[in-house]
Structure formats: structure tokens, C-alpha cells
């Protein structure tokens, strides 16, 4: 017997919220209560990191004019992701892919100054303080998905001019925009899936043994 097995309730809710985590665009106006607010944020530093080396930092925008400022930045870069897109540039114009301005907080998540000191887990891996931002980014989320909270994560932004907007200093890098608050609705699918503009994979696809999965090879789909 697995004594350390949650109940089972526990563990539904466990992946009932990992199910339900939506990457959400549509927000409703009104803040986001400050104690649940500390919670989200617990949770995010809660998560792990190579080396414990915590490489995040949470710059919550508060300043309506700041606000304003990243809105543009993200324009800017949508329009240049349009023309990079070439044939499917009127199709991703017609997403919506942020929502800056009507959103109850906003926070901008960077990976510190001073990283390169930090080779445990980097010196052939030096990636993974930007994997160990996003798991706390993913705590936050899901978190958020359990608070009833709506998080999108937007990357349509020039790091160099947003870490200059902000003044984030040297050696730090914003790598994440989040947008949090209340909506509406959760979308039954992600959002990109439901208009079309990717289909989920299938896990067997993803999944091989031993080797890199080789098509018709018989190395793919392992937990079938």
C-alpha cells in the first residue's frame, strides 16, 4: 500500500486542474483580491529550481501608464509575428493574444541578474534557469485555474525594450508578461485548438523507449 497516495478526491482535483488550465485572453474588469494574490505568488515560489538557485523575479505593474506602455510593445511585436508568418498572417491577425488592458493584474516575470554564477545543474544545461521560471509560472497558473482565476502568458514583446520600460537592470531578462484576473468563462479547449490553429498532438506521437522514436520502427507509443 502507497501510504504517501493522496485520497482520491486530492488527486482528481489535482488533474482536474491541470485539465482545466487555460492560457486565457478574455478578462473582466476588477483586481484580483490582495490575499489570493499572495497565495498565486506562494505557490510560483514554491517551485523548483536547478540548483535552488530561484531565478525568478515578479515585478507586479501597477502604473496605468506602464500598463499602456507594455499594451504597445505587445502591438509592436504582433504585427511584426504577422509579416514573419508569411501565408498565415490575416488568420494569426484575427486571434486575439493578450489581454493587457482589461485584465485585474498584470506581472512581469524575469530571470535575475547574476546567473552565470550559478553552474550547478547549467554547466551543460545553462537553459534551465529559464525551465525553472516556468515552473514557477506553471504553479502560479494552476494555482490561479484553482483560485477561479484566469492566467495568459504573453511573449509578443521585445525583452531589451521591456527590460528598459521597467528598468531591469543587466544580466536580468524578462521572459514572461501575465496577465491574471477574473473571466467570464474558461474556454472548453485551448484557444489556438478551438480556432484552428493547431490540433493536440497525440501522446503516443510523443512518447518512445530507448531511442528517438523512428516512424513504422515500433519505438513510439511505449505506454500503450
Request: with cysteine; glycine share 8%.
Amino acid at each position: 500500500m502507497n501510504t504517501h497516495r493522496y485520497s482520491d478526491a486530492e488527486r482528481d482535483a489535482i488533474y482536474r486542474v491541470i485539465a482545466e488550465r487555460r492560457d486565457m485572453r478574455h478578462f473582466l474588469p476588477g483586481p484580483v483580491d490582495a490575499e489570493v494574490l499572495r497565495r498565486l505568488l506562494g505557490a510560483a515560489h514554491a517551485a523548483p529550481s536547478v540548483g535552488f538557485m530561484q531565478p525568478w523575479r515578479f515585478i507586479r505593474v501597477t502604473d496605468p501608464g506602464l500598463r499602456e506602455a507594455m499594451h504597445a510593445l505587445v502591438e509592436e511585436e504582433r504585427l511584426r509575428t504577422a509579416e514573419a508568418l508569411g501565408d498565415r498572417r490575416d488568420e494569426f491577425l484575427r486571434l486575439k493574444v493578450e489581454g493587457i488592458r482589461e485584465c485585474g493584474e498584470l506581472m512581469v516575470v524575469a530571470l535575475m541578474d547574476g546567473r552565470d554564477g550559478h553552474v550547478f545543474g547549467r554547466r551543460t544545461l545553462p537553459e534551465m534557469d529559464i525551465a525553472s521560471a516556468a515552473c514557477a509560472i506553471e504553479n502560479l497558473w494552476l494555482a490561479a485555474r484553482a483560485e477561479g482565476l484566469g492566467v495568459g502568458w504573453v511573449s509578443l514583446f521585445d525583452p531589451a525594450a521591456l527590460a528598459q520600460l521597467l528598468h531591469i537592470p543587466p544580466g536580468a531578462h524578462p521572459i514572461a508578461i501575465l496577465c491574471i484576473g477574473r473571466v467570464k468563462n474558461f474556454y472548453k479547449r485551448p484557444m489556438l485548438e478551438a480556432a484552428g490553429w493547431e490540433d493536440r498532438r497525440l501522446l503516443s506521437d510523443l512518447i518512445s523507449e530507448n531511442c528517438w522514436p523512428v516512424p513504422d520502427s515500433g519505438t513510439g507509443g511505449s505506454l500503450e
